[in-house]
């Protein structure tokens, strides 16, 4: 196998990964978040990590794909290499995973309790304008702190002034 050969087999099969991961994702996609996010960290781990088959050449392939053959066929030793790449890489991820968990669980926690008291404020506005809507309290409506539909807008020049600046009298 030759330089370009090996590079284009790598491509192929980093192409059908992503292909193979792709769906995965779409499979996973109804389940609940804390079992669908390691149940693809695991799949990305099978798909994508390499272990080393020839020293003499450097030559990898994906351990995965390496210790299914050497365990199926009873050829060569590199199975267990290939599973201890694949646990080394494996952990690697989780780890990396966890401290991902770990960053996005208190900003999650803030969003939360942030849109938590949107949504309080929004019912108690509707209970507010719900309440005005009674025809005796119709006189009170005009609210001066809580116009939202009101917009201030900058008062024209005068035709006089030409936007000159007024100065206060002393």
């Known amino acids: 196998m030759t330089e370009h050969d090996y590079t284009l087999a790598w491509g192929l099969y980093a192409f059908a990964a992503l292909g ?5 994702f779409k499979l996973t996609g109804w389940m609940w ?4 996010e ?6 990305a781990v099978l798909l994508f990590s390499p272990t080393i088959v020839d020293p003499a050449k450097d030559s990898f392939a994906p351990a995965v794909a ?16 290939a599973a201890s790449d694949l646990a080394m890489y494996g952990l690697i991820a989780f780890i990396l995973y966890v401290l991902f968990v770990l960053i ?12 938590a008291q949107a949504e309080a404020a929004a019912q108690r ?20 702190y809580r116009d939202d539909h009101v ?7 005068r035709s006089g002034s030409a936007g000159s600046r007024l100065e206060p009298r002393l």
């Open 33 to 36: 978040r804390w079992l669908r």
């Open 104 to 115: 996005r669980w208190p900003l999650e926690r803030r969003a939360g309790e942030r849109r």
């Open 20 to 24: 193979c991961l792709l769906v995965f």
């Open 38 to 43: 390691p149940l693809r960290v695991v799949l």
């Open 66 to 81: 390496i210790s299914t053959l050497d365990l199926a066929f009873k050829v060569g030793n590199n199975a267990w290499r």
């Open 151 to 157: 917009r201030f807008e900058p008062a024209a020049p």
């Open 125 to 144: 506005r509707a209970a507010e304008d719900q309440q005005l809507e009674h025809p005796s309290l119709a006189a009170e409506r005009v609210d001066r």
